[in-house]
């Protein structure tokens, strides 16, 4: 395996690794047959404490699919219609958070942006997740011609930098919500493939998988139904990840007016039409997008944070 | 710690290896940009006439850009073209792209490297204090600035402190390039302004091109500090709770040996995997950042061949970028047999 | 009669789970580690045999939570001292062997540096001095070739060679009166097995050592020590002589753990 594929994988485990009180160990991928964990079913404790960090994230990513859902029936004043006040007004009582060079609400934009940069995030996250999670799984399992030819298509994707890559099918497609989010699920998978994979790799010969095979199940349920859900932690720890990365793209794309038409409230383009208030002092136009992203990745990693700990298989009493 | 004489050949094969395997990364790559450019919605010879060319310019013109044969035919002249080390000519600057990206390339390098060595010399400290401190308040407050780093658009960070430093305080220069207005660039020796200002004794230069610097720096190093922090943050932790690390405590070592001289040794590995992952990011072009601050660098030269539809300069971008990486990631392996003995037999 | 090295004195604890309940796992163990004898702690996996000597040095799990009891070491309780003192007995006074020795050393430092480093902190002086020491500690456990193998690393090292390294660090750099064995030998093969506990009990006879050797094997158990300690559940179940102990052993567990062995022979 070349040494790119390791150094990635040693990088996502390396950040899904959230330090557990337990006993000491190095914690290696490969266990010998006669060390192999015979039951390793996700615990699912009904008293689980849930940490800060999710608890945290949790709620703040709540209140965005609030207000995304809110903005759809109800918005301080309508965020695509321009000249409901002057244009580059300041925050004030009337407009909160001041109006942009049209003379639209920002607060109105702002939360109507949500309907994008979440919805599209969470859409795409999705599709990666399984599509990825399913084609990893097959190449893990199967191993041979299957595995080499699927590995090698992903490196090659993955050796592009990931914004560019967007950037370049997006032109390639064309602008919409829908052609977007098949951009960022196209390129959300190769990580999710990989992480399938080495997860699907390392328990294949364990003992539990061996006893799955001898009983006479078929290899794809062995696959899907035994080797997966074991090991679904990490991949779900990456979800977090993989999600933050997902909306800063869509806040790029939309900061340089790709893919979306040049009046959507997305926070990234919002951003981007700011640039010249930055200059002459009305900073409020840029200002609060970048706040709104701040919340809503942030929250994602948070969740990310408390994710990877509840899913640890370390986590011993 | 450096290596033994009889290894030094298993790491010239090690490096022919890899670079080796760089050429069918690297053809995938451009194929893959290759179709993907070419299936532009609007054919970019629309972008190169005027409006009232006749039929027959408008062909003459297409063909001058190569698109007049089929698509198989554009890819296999391409890739003669390759074989021979020639990325073709720019639409828009009328150059061939080699020398456009070799132009452009010490803007992008000169600025990665000072965003880079910002994020690592904070980034690797502030993450051994919240380890050292886990749980308490230094921790919470590291944790929450590097989360807030990470969350952030790096476009957003450069804007903000664009506003800050700039617009309000006035302390520092306007986001237009690496020099100043109307400065003419020093003599080229490097393509480094850092270096070439010296070298010509120009200190007051030197100075103008260290202040443009300052903010885009700082906004890349700010995005780039954040993750180094964190991973060098839980990359220590784990190092603390394994086997080896116990042994010590055993033996009786303090907590100051305990953690700096073994526990940060062992810990380094995906830290060093981390700031490869982020160099060869960075230094394939801060997209982005290159427009926000005006800075001639590749990553604006992608954006501009993106919007212009230049194939054959996003062509040989994208090759810089991949190849860029296999370097990158090499660099680090030979860091990895350096540091890591496990990693040499 | 002399008075013990080591006493466990009605320890007593528990495991924290991060939402707070305590799951006791040891509940009111006691015994007593006499000097210059080595006493074997058997039990199966689980038994708790290894929290009790890890809480000597005060290297317990952070999930391990001591609810009641004392474990003194000439006289003075290690539990209620605070780390500097405690720092000042690990090593010098109490030393421990860990069980898989591969894993117990560090990956990127030389095996020869570990040694030296772990010298110079319990005995001073130059590094090159200490780095003779330490060959010569390689030597002591039969290593061959021992100033080839300092420079190397643990990963270069078979388990049982890696094990030979652990007890030369654990016996000979540290001077301790007394060494904790936590598992020696298991995961290494049968012969070598034998191999390292006939060093472990050269090097005590030799040095006086008081020793503790903790392990579920009673085959290793029956030709070395001097007294053994029963565990199961994380009780002590019966105490006596080794001779005691295999011929008339009192406690059914006992009498179940010896027939599983396969030692029930004719004493």
Redesign the interface.
Known sequence: M???TD??D??VL??R???TP?P???VGLKAPLSQSIPSEKPRRRARAPLSWSMRIGAAILLVYVTVALVSFVWTPYDPFQPGVGDGYAPPSMEFLLGTDRLGADMVSRLMAGARYDLGICLVAVSISLTVGTVLGTIAGYYGGYVDIVIL??V???Q???G??FA???V??V?PGVPNIIMVLSFVGIPDYLRLARAEIQSRRDWQYAEAARMVGNRPWRVAFRHLLPNSIGPILAFTSINA?FVA?VT??LG??GLGLGPNTPEW?NM?ARG?DG??T?E?WV??F??LA??GM??S???LGDGLSDLTDPRRRR | MLLRRKQYMPLTLLILR?LL?VL???L??VT??FF??R???GDPTELYTPPEATDALRAQIRAQLGLADSLPRQYIRYLHDLSQLNLGTSFTTGQSVGSDLWLRLPATLELGFVGLTFGVVFGIPLGVIAAVN?ERWPDFLIRGLT??G????Q??IG??L??FFF?TLRWLP?PVGRLPVGVPLPPLVTGFLLIDTLVAGDFPKWLLAVRQLILPGLTLGLSTMAPVA??TR??M??A???????????????KR?VWF??SL??AL??VV??I??VAG?IL??A??LE??FAWPGLGQY??QA?ERSDFAA?QGF?IY??LL??IV??I??LIYML????MR? | MTEPLLEVVGYRGAFRSPTGELTPVLHDVSYQLKRGLITAVVGETGSGKSLVALST?G?QPPSFRRTAGRILFKGVDLLSMDEASL??????QI??V?Q?AR????????VGRQLA??FQ??HGGTRAAAMAQAIEALRLVYIPEPERRARQ?P??FSGGMAQRV?IA??ALV?QPELLILDEPTTGLDVTIQSEIMTLIVDLCKGRGLTACLITHDLGVVVETCDEVVVMNAGRVVETGSAEAIFTAPKNDYTRKLLAASQLVEAA
């Open positions: 070349s040494k790119l150094a990635r040693v990088l390396a950040l690794r959230r330090a337990g000491g160990g190095v090698r298509i490196e090659a994707f050796a592009f930098p914004l560019l950037m370049l099918m032109k390639a064309g933050a800063l806040a790029s900061f340089l990234g951003i640039q930055v200059m002092g900073w840029s200002f997008p970048g992203i701040l990745t942030g994602f990693y948070l | 890899r395997w069918p990364v690297a995938g790559v893959i940009t993907m450019a299936v532009f919605t886990r989360l807030g990470m969350a952030l658009p476009f957003w804007l903000v664009i506003m617009v306007g964190r991973v839980s990359s932790v784990e603390m709770q394994s086997d080896y690390i116990r042994t010590a405590v055993a033996m009786g070592h303090s040996v001289r073994y040794r062992n590995l995906p995997t981390l490869g992952g990011h394939g072009g997209v982005l427009a926000i992608a954006l993106i996003l994208v970028a991949s990486y296999v990631f090499l680090v392996d540091i890591d003995p496990r037999s | 040095l290297i720092r000042k007995v690990r090593g010098r030393s421990m860990f898989d894993a117990a050393l560090n990956p990127v430092f030389t480093d772990v902190l319990q690393y990963h270069e652990m660090m654990a540290c």
